[in-house]
């Protein structure tokens, strides 16, 4: 999140313990560390799970309990993805710093190089320059380690949403993807690169298939592409998407 895309009282409207008033001033909340406020999409999950899907997981068959576990290993897999897309930040980062301590590293041996072409035998200066060689080979090394641990990392993430859709199977609606052609799904309001990258993995690639969205497969495209509830109904990306394929094509795809 950019410091642009920051918006503080969006984010406290979220919150309904800070709509209200102290001494005639808006409450103030500094104690979280005993005890952390919760947004209403957090209160209306839990106020929902006891009022129609109170039972314990992975212990019964009876139709309460199967509901509770899919929807707790519905979680699980979502967080997974979440902590997917975090090591694929931090993999970024320390790819980054990687070259640019690559990048040092040369400059210390060319450096070291060109002193020791101009000295018959190695003096303090060249003694210090090799010092400095070593500490950063140690760190590209360290580095190269981590960078290494987060690619296992990715791929296990991967490898279980893979499983997870592999399981769930993908519905018909979306076998009709005309190969692999693709549109511009950011042309639609309220959707970026990153959900246009998070659709195309799951198969929506065209706005014909974006217009096939109905409040019934809505919760599924949602969960797959890890946005909140509602979103794409209440953006109206299904018929927005429908125009914008009225506009490109002359005949149905």
Excluded at 110 to 132: H, N, S
Excluded at 162 to 167: A, C, G
């Amino acid at each position: 999140m950019t410091s642009a895309d920051f918006a503080p009282a969006k984010i406290r409207s979220e919150f309904p313990t800070l709509d209200q008033t102290v001494n005639d001033k808006p409450l103030v909340y500094l104690d979280s560390a005993a005890t952390s406020q919760k947004p209403q999409s957090v209160i209306d999950t839990v106020r929902d799970y006891y009022e129609q899907t109170n039972a314990n997981i992975h212990r019964g068959v009876h139709t309460l309990s199967v509901q509770a576990t899919q929807a707790y290993e519905s979680e699980v897999v979502r967080a997974a993805g979440c902590a997917r897309d975090r090591a694929r930040e931090e993999k970024e980062i320390v790819e980054d710093r990687l070259a640019r301590l690559m990048l040092e590293h040369q400059k210390c041996r060319d450096v070291l190089a060109d002193a020791e072409a101009r000295l018959a035998e190695p003096d303090a200066a060249i003694q210090a320059l090799k010092q400095e060689l070593a500490v950063t080979t140690e760190a590209r090394d360290t580095e190269v380690a981590r960078a290494r641990k987060l690619e296992e990392r990715v791929a296990q993430l991967e490898w279980l949403i893979e499983q997870r859709d592999r399981e769930d199977g993908a519905p018909s609606w979306l076998d009709h993807s005309n190969g692999s052609k693709t549109d511009d799904l950011t042309a639609i309001r309220g959707l970026g690169n990153v959900l246009q990258h998070r659709l195309n993995r799951i198969g929506i690639r065209r706005y014909h298939q974006l217009a096939r969205i109905t409040p019934e497969n809505a919760k599924w495209v949602e969960s797959r592409i890890r946005v909140l509830g509602g979103r794409i109904l209440r953006d109206q990306w299904a018929e927005q998407a429908q125009r914008m394929h009225e506009g490109k094509y002359d005949e149905p795809s």
